[in-house]
C-alpha cells in the first residue's frame, strides 16, 4: 500500500497565484515527520520544509507553509505568490516514528508548472 | 558552509562492470543516507549511515553495499551492473539520524548501457 499519494501527476498555474500540492499519508506510528522537497530539472532535491506529528502548528518557511490535517492524514504544500522559478518536481515525504531512523518514503510527486 | 557534493556526477557503464559513488555531507553532519531514483520506481531508499554503521537498509539486492568513513564521507557501490540500475542516486546529509531537515546532493547520474 501507498505510504505516501500526492494525486496531482502535473498542475499548472498562473504567476502570482497561490498554489496547494496536495500530500495524503499513511501510518500506525504516533511519531513521524512529514517533508516537502523540491527537484528542479538539475536532479538535486531541496528542502523546503518540515513538519513532525506532535507539532501543533502548521509549519511555515517563507512563502511556503504546509497544511497539517492530522485527523485527515494530510499534509499540504501551499505556495504563497508562485514565481516562475517556482516550476520544478515537488515531493512529499514522510519518516516513520523509529527511533533516531532517517529513511524517507516519498510519493511519486507533482510537476508544477508556473506560466508568466 | 558547503553543501552535500557527490562524485562522479555523471557516469557511463556497461553491464556487468562494478561502480563507486561517493558523497561527501555537509561538514558536521555525521549521518548519510542514499536513494535511488528513477521513472519507473521513483524514489527509493538504499541505505542509512551513522558513525560508520550501517543503521537502515532498503529493499535492494546484495549487489548494492556501501560503508561510510570516520570523517562521515559514505560510498556505494554497485557490483555487476544491470541495465535496470541506470538511475540518479542522491545521497542525504544530518546531523543525526531522526534529524528534522535532510540535506541531498545534486547527485550521480548512472547510465548503465
Known amino acids: 500500500a501507498q505510504k505516501i499519494t500526492q494525486t496531482q501527476p502535473g498542475m499548472f498555474v498562473q504567476e502570482k497565484e497561490a498554489v496547494t500540492l496536495d500530500c495524503t499519508y499513511d501510518t500506525s506510528d504516533q511519531s513521524y515527520g512529514l517533508f516537502w522537497y523540491k527537484q528542479p530539472s538539475s536532479g538535486e532535491m531541496i528542502f523546503l520544509i518540515y513538519q513532525g506529528s506532535y507539532d501543533e502548528q502548521n509549519a511555515t518557511e517563507g512563502r511556503y507553509s504546509l497544511n497539517f490535517q492530522k485527523a485527515r492524514k494530510s499534509a499540504n504544500l501551499v505556495i504563497s505568490a508562485s514565481q516562475l522559478g517556482d516550476s520544478a518536481m515537488y515531493f512529499c515525504a514522510m519518516r516513520e516514528g523509529i527511533q533516531g531512523a532517517q529513511k524517507l518514503v516519498f510519493g511519486q510527486g507533482t510537476r508544477l508548472t508556473i506560466n508568466p | 558552509k558547503a553543501g552535500v557534493t557527490q562524485t562522479p556526477r555523471y557516469l557511463i557503464k556497461t553491464r556487468g562492470q562494478q561502480v563507486t559513488l561517493s558523497c561527501s555531507p555537509i561538514?558536521?553532519?555525521?549521518?548519510v543516507s542514499w536513494y535511488q531514483q528513477t521513472p519507473g520506481q521513483g524514489l527509493q531508499f538504499l541505505f542509512e549511515?551513522?558513525?560508520?554503521?550501517?543503521?537502515n537498509k532498503g529493499n535492494f539486492p546484495g549487489r548494492f553495499s556501501g560503508r561510510q568513513f570516520s570523517n562521515s564521507r559514505s560510498e556505494m557501490n554497485v557490483s555487476t551492473l544491470e541495465l535496470g540500475d541506470s538511475a540518479l542516486y542522491l545521497c542525504a546529509s544530518s546531523l543525526i539520524p531522526g534529524s528534522e531537515t535532510q540535506y541531498f546532493g545534486p547527485g550521480t547520474r548512472l547510465l548503465v548501457l
Open positions: 549511515y551513522f558513525s560508520e554503521t550501517q543503521r
Open positions: 561538514s558536521g553532519h555525521r549521518s
